[in-house]
């Protein structure tokens, strides 16, 4: 599966975002998907995951409460919407997919999009 992030952009603290991540092929609905995002100087770190039918999602602690994660497996899409947003949410976002079930590892994963820029001005 081929993977394109997209929705990235510059807001203030506070603001919202709504990431958008298109996948190709027909396999979508077989894969876990996740987002990750990596801050200059940091480890790239998990931030939210959806199953297969979207039934089990996952936050990291730091974004509960503010963002959402969904899919829609007839148009092939994963959405991260980002409420409430904050200075260090400013990283490179990335979309990917993992054959693992509900895994927030990111060496799990096997398919990654190319990242999208979120930068939180304060």
């Known amino acids: 599966v081929q993977l394109q992030a997209s929705g990235g952009g510059l807001v203030q603290a506070g603001g919202s975002l709504r990431l958008s991540c298109a996948a190709s092929?027909?396999?979508?609905?077989?894969?876990?998907m996740g987002w990750f995002r990596q801050a200059p100087g940091k480890e790239r770190e998990f931030v939210a995951g959806?199953?297969?039918?979207?039934?089990?999602?996952n936050y990291a602690d730091s974004v509960k409460g503010r963002f959402t994660i969904s899919r829609d497996n007839v148009k092939n899409t994963v959405d991260l919407q980002m409420n409430s947003l904050k200075p260090e949410d400013t990283a490179v976002y990335y979309c990917?997919?993992?054959?693992?079930?509900?895994?927030?590892?990111?060496?799990?994963?096997?398919?990654w999009g190319q990242g999208t820029q979120v930068t939180v001005s304060s």
């Open positions: 959806i199953s297969r039918r979207g039934g089990i999602i």
């Open positions: 092929g027909r396999t979508f609905s077989t894969y876990h």
């Open positions: 990917a997919g993992t054959t693992n079930s509900n895994s927030r590892k990111s060496s799990e994963y096997n398919y």
